[in-house]
């Protein structure tokens, strides 16, 4: 893969319009969109993350193989294969053909991390609207690396889901053959099926007469997959093609799970976790909001449906536009960003999300947990590994959760360990940050509600402060209030 692949709000009108989805698209400075500042980052000095280990609940998303893994730095336990160039068609480059020198440098990376594979992006060569067809689609991501039709279905495939989807089943078969059993966890079909340039699949079925055949052919791949690779690897779990982009993901799920019998094909469900396309600082992505969406989700689910493990494979705090059209992070203040991971991971933790897989490790100008200039973590890096700690690896019950009846911008998460220690994370979303500085209001213990005295705050820079006053400031940032 050459340079970092990017995140982008928008896609050539030409390609059918503007997209709000957060998916992986062509990298900065081409025609897609712009370049974006690198967001300021914080100097954690001489504060140690110490975490302790992550459980099943954290994942992430890489980039770069040159940049160390996140395990280096950080415990993380889940890893997603779709940013690390390696995806369907970068492996399987022509028929019969298959390179897997790149995913093996990251297999023996990652360091026993539990694998999830995005099957993900029809080679070209063997796509409907690829380079051999009559009419290649220019408008899918990964366009400049894998060249046309990389989202639309493959050749033998139609509408109606029949087809031999030859292609497909052999690089399954050539993948868990060459991996072996076991060596990959988590399979997950396809990424951000409602957007059109990851997904095409309904633009040659208009006058079928079918209903929902995107979706259907999509169902008939989540067979193939299952089917293919429990030959090989009984142990193997799978989850639903993972929509995006706010109440539309629950929609979207719920159409694709009713509409057709791809719900027998998954032992979980899936989606990514974007819900605010705004920019600070008028309109500053709210990470609470990630919680309606998980309710809005869950709300749609057929009955058949429910009662498995839900996972978040790829979020963050999104990308958006400048008032001149520029591409930029939707925050760039490093403050800002360290608040929302906390915020982020405690919504979705209380919400009973299984696994979250964070979208990015290493790309610089959007949402790194690494900092390539000084290669140290950054200050998202540093609140990740304080929610690892302050949740006891994900071990920890994460609510109730909620904005205080009084004052509705101040929110308190109860964390309670396994062993039945009691913390409370709290924060106001009316404060800010800017350039190094956080406001706070001065909040009193009693006024939190919780009964207990505690006698101590932990920060997102991994430091203690002792209570004084019965009093706490809170700001933007979460603190833990602990017994010390």
Known sequence: MTGAIALGLVFLVACGGVSTSQSPSPAPGNSCGGTTPAPAMFDPGSFPASPGPAGS?????????????????????????????????????????????????????????????????????????????????????????????????PVDLACDGSG?????????????????????????????????????????????????????MLARMAKDLKTTVSRYDPAAQFTTPAATD????????????????????????????????????????????????????NSKLPAAARGKPLFDTEGYWGMGKTGNGTRTSAITDADQQASFVARYYLMQMWKKVARFFWWNWDISDETTF???????????GYAYAQIVGWTSGGDATVGPCGANPSVKTRWTCTITSPAGAVT????????????????????SLASIGKGTAFNAY???????????????????????????
């Open 57 to 153: 609940f954290f994942g992430i998303n890489t980039n770069s193989l040159a940049d160390p893994g996140p395990a280096a730095l950080l415990p993380v336990t889940n890893w997603r294969s779709l940013g690390s160039g390696v995806k369907w068609a970068d492996i399987n480059t022509a028929a019969g053909v298959y390179d897997f020198s790149r995913l093996d440098k990251w297999m023996a990376k990652l360091n026993g991390a539990d694998i999830m594979f995005t099957v993900f992006a029809t080679p070209s060569w063997a796509s409907s609207h690829g380079k051999n067809s009559a009419s290649p689609n220019t408008c899918c991501s990964y366009q400049d690396q894998n060249g046309p039709g990389v989202c639309d279905p």
């Open 164 to 216: 031999k989807d030859q292609v497909f089943i052999d690089f399954l078969t050539a993948l868990v053959q060459h991996l072996g059993p076991g060596a990959i966890k988590y399979w997950e079909l396809w990424n951000e099926p409602n957007v059109d340039h990851q997904w095409n699949g309904n633009v040659d079925c208009a006058n079928s007469g079918l209903a929902h055949p995107g979706e259907v």
């Open 246 to 297: 706010g109440d539309k993901a629950g929609n979207w799920l719920s159409e694709y799970l009713t509409a057709t019998d791809g719900g027998q094909y998954a032992d979980i469900n899936a989606f990514h976790g974007y819900n605010n396309n705004g920019v600070c600082p008028s309109d500053c992505p709210q990470a609470e909001a990630v919680a309606e969406q998980i309710d809005h989700l």
């Open 370 to 380: 690494y900092n390539k200039t000084t290669k140290e973590l950054s200050a998202a």
């Open 424 to 443: 409370v994370a709290v924060w106001d979303t009316a404060q800010t940050c800017a350039n190094g500085v956080c406001s706070t209001t001065t909040v």
């Open 458 to 484: 932990l920060d997102l820079e991994g430091r203690s402060t002792a209570i004084s006053n019965q009093t706490v400031p809170v700001g933007l940032k979460a603190i833990l209030l602990t017994n010390q």
